[in-house]
């Protein structure tokens, strides 16, 4: 299995595509995954550069993401929307799309039937769509996924296990078992660090936080023991840590206690440096 990381658009939003891609590839980065701002001319610009960067790199990886804005809406107004922009992105040709799918209060029935309609987008067009692990979606708590998967016993989803740690105020311990029956469907993973209190801690490499940072990598080491073990040629992990307001702030002055930036990267040197061949892995680096 190879381990290929990608990189954020979110927190460089208003800089322009190409600028953007080159700091990507010059911090080491694989690949990149973005929630495209509402620009033709960024977009036009970013598949300009992503087709001069796969000529000379094949596997640089183009990850879209699915988040609609918050609307007050029912759930056919909301399906309405969603299929229109996951048959936009399809038209971009990602590597696959990365959705935040349905809403923590809708039904169960209507969320099965976003769910279904956003599987048949997938099946047709033959890009995969994940469902991210998030607050306010379907995904929203580890138990109450779990109907979900026993319904669509497929379905594909990025790991980003920081919310879960903040709706349950815990860090898991107590869910383990609930854990196990999710990693086999986790295909990708966004390495943010987070808490029982929110979703991002202020600096992971603090040593407060070295506790809660190993809990993290041993939630990684096993999805990637167990997709290498299931045969998965390669999985992609993105490095979240977000911008302000999710990057906590000092008050009045509302200056970030960190740099996302380098976080970001500092995460991605610091999983460079864990041997994954003794779980079965590679990197790309």
């Known amino acids: 299995m190879h381990i290929c990381y990608v990189c954020p658009y979110w927190g460089q939003e208003g800089t322009h595509a190409p600028a953007f891609l080159k700091r990507v590839q010059e911090e080491g980065y694989q690949g990149v995954e973005i929630n495209f701002p509402d620009s033709d001319r ?10 001069n960067i796969r000529s000379a790199n094949k596997a640089f990886v183009f ?22 922009r996951l048959n936009y992105l399809v038209s971009l040709k990602p590597d696959f799309i990365n959705s935040h799918t349905g809403k923590d209060y809708f039904s169960f029935d209507d969320n099965c039937r976003i769910i279904e309609i956003a599987e048949n987008i997938s099946a047709q067009s033959g890009i995969p769509i994940l469902h991210e692990t998030h607050r306010g979606r ?7 996924l779990l109907p979900y998967l026993k319904r669509f016993p497929e379905l594909k989803l990025t790991a980003d296990f920081s919310h879960w740690c903040t709706v349950s105020e815990s860090m898991l311990e107590d869910q383990r078992d609930i854990l196990e ?7 990708h993973i966004h390495a943010r660090i987070g808490y029982e209190h929110a979703p991002q801690v202020n600096d992971p490499f603090a040593p407060e936080w070295k506790e809660h940072l190993n809990h993290f990598i041993e939630w990684w080491q096993k999805i990637i023991l167990k997709q290498s073990r299931n045969g998965k040629s390669a999985i992609t992990i993105t490095p979240e840590f977000g ?3 999710y990057m906590p702030t000092i008050p009045y002055s509302q200056k970030p206690l960190a740099d996302q930036w380098l976080i970001n990267a500092k995460i991605k040197e610091l999983l460079k440096q864990i041997t994954w061949k003794k779980i079965g892995a590679t990197q790309i680096l």
């Open 42 to 51: 960024f977009v036009t610009e970013f598949q300009a550069t992503l087709i």
């Open 63 to 84: 990850i879209a993401q699915q988040v609609l804005a918050p609307a007050y809406e029912s759930a056919d107004e909301y399906i309405t929307r969603m299929k229109k």
């Open 138 to 144: 379907f995904t929203f708590h580890a138990a109450t």
């Open 181 to 187: 029956i999710i990693i086999p469907h986790i295909h």
């Open 243 to 245: 911008p302000v307001p």
